[in-house]
């Protein structure tokens, strides 16, 4: 009987240990060790991940130009169309591909633990590394939207379109705008830890919200301004001054500044001293 009655003890206890949330600790633990991780990974593997992941991200693009041309015109088209902007960034991070925005969190956790010059090297070395392999990759891929029938007519005109939208809109919006993107795709990082099944849903819906809300993402956002160069409807300095640093900036805000400083501070006092 006792046997009996301390083996359902254990079972509960395991079953109350389970359904528990992770506590915020052990979220950012968890994070963090993957930051050291990413940051010790050898210079040729992140280049080839952040190419990957910057030719996935065009799935973003790609879908939401399809939902574009061809869902019938109403008062609900807009948010549907922008379902297809969660397509690239679901095979991105579900893919565990290295995007840069991802990065902004991921790798600045380890260094606000140990604070050192070291640290931020390593973080600096892989921004730079995934940044760069990101946009090689999202302008090999936009060459072959322009250069090729890849890509049916009709929906490559929305996919001029939406280019045209995303880096029309001027430096000062670019940049504000991309800070709540920043935040959402560091918050999707923070919450999948403990999202079990419902990583799927947690990218599809918070990825549809940075498309919804009109914010501005790097990586996605390379994908348009590279295929307006391609097409020389847009010049270097209009794409690097008027869209890519703005919106650079205005992410690394977002997830590192904002979010991920709060995430440290919410936590930074039960955190055992180095």
């Keep these: ?17 389970e359904a528990t949330a992770l506590a915020p600790k052990l979220i950012y633990e968890v994070i963090r060790r993957e930051g050291e991780e990413e940051m010790a ?14 030719v996935m991200i065009s799935l973003s693009v790609l879908g939401e130009a399809i939902f574009r041309t061809y869902l019938p015109p109403s008062k609900s088209s807009y948010l549907i169309e922008n379902l297809g902007y969660s397509l690239g960034f679901l095979a991105v991070i579900m893919g565990r591909m290295q995007l840069f925005t991802e990065n902004t969190i991921t790798t600045v956790l380890p260094v606000m633990v140990a604070r ?11 921004w730079t590394i995934v940044m760069s392999a990101n946009v090689v990759g999202a302008f ?14 009709e929906v490559m005109k929305a996919v001029v379109d939406l280019s045209h939208h ?20 560091a918050l999707i990082v923070w919450m999948l ?9 947690i990218v599809l819906i918070f990825t549809w919200l940075i498309a919804a809300g009109d914010f501005t993402h ?5 994908v348009e301004m590279a295929v307006l160069v391609w097409m020389g409807e847009l010049s270097a300095s209009g794409a690097i001054g ?31 001293e180095e």
Excluded: H
């Design 193 to 201: 830890p403990q999202a079990d099944s419902a990583k799927f849903f």
């Design 41 to 54: 990974r050898p210079k040729r593997s992140l280049i080839w991940s952040g190419i990957a992941a910057g």
């Design 140 to 153: 090999a891929v936009a060459a072959l939207f322009v250069f090729t029938p890849a890509i049916a007519p």
């Design 242 to 272: 008027g869209f890519f640093i703005p919106v650079l900036a205005g992410n690394i805000i977002g997830g590192t500044v904002i979010f991920a400083l709060m995430a440290w501070g919410q936590v930074r006092d039960e955190l055992p």
């Design 1 to 17: 009987m006792n046997k009996t009655t301390a083996r359902d003890e254990r079972q509960e206890e395991a079953s109350v240990q």
């Design 166 to 185: 995303a880096t029309g809109m001027g430096a000062n919006a670019a940049f504000w705008r991309a800070i709540p993107a920043g935040v959402i795709v």
């Design 116 to 126: 050192t010059w070291y640290s931020l090297g390593c973080m600096l070395r892989l």
């Design 218 to 222: 790097i990586v996605a956002g390379s």
